[in-house]
């Protein structure tokens, strides 16, 4: 009875900053991705795909795990000349990205709590997003963020 949900996050002092560092590197990370798994083993039998691959072949296959998420709708809607500052505050706002200031980012993890989340797999190195902010991202989200999702489990123990 254990979900992990999968977030790009970047947590930082300032919200805005972290939109334009965070909020960016987090999208460059779903196109990034996209482009990886564009061609997903297309003519390739699926005894020729190693196995570590060939759930997601055959998921893609199935028309199953293809695009459609969030991100990747973004995405393509800003490669498409959409407006990427729209489509970061988009993925941000939604919680499809765990990227602001402590407040925002704990709001976001919340949604994932919410949701069933009891486990989050925090990607915070991402793009070019220099090694000094990340640190700053893992100590604010340990400090700032973890201590009030357990908080939050207290509370819930509580009045169960």
Not at 54 to 74: D, K, S
Not at 138 to 160: H, M, Y
Request: proline share 4%; with cysteine.
């Amino acid at each position: 009875d254990q979900a992990a949900l999968f977030s790009l996050t970047f947590c930082h002092d300032d919200d805005d900053a972290a939109r334009v560092i965070g909020g960016s590197a987090a999208l460059w990370y779903v196109e990034t991705i996209k482009e990886i798994y564009s061609n997903d083993w297309k003519g390739v039998p699926l005894e020729q795909i190693p196995a570590s691959y060939r759930a997601q072949a055959e998921a893609r296959r199935r028309g199953a795990a293809g695009p459609g998420t969030v991100g990747t709708e973004l995405a393509e809607a800003v490669s498409k000349g959409g407006n990427t500052a729209t489509a970061i505050d988009g993925l941000i706002d939604s919680g499809a990205f765990c990227v602001g200031d402590p407040k925002r980012v704990l709001d976001n993890v919340r949604k994932y709590v919410e949701v069933g989340g009891d486990r989050i797999v925090a990607i915070m190195q991402m793009a070019d997003i220099p090694h000094d902010d990340i640190m700053r991202s893992i100590e604010l989200f340990g400090t700032k963020v973890i201590p009030e999702i357990r908080k939050d489990e207290q509370r819930a123990r509580l009045v169960s």
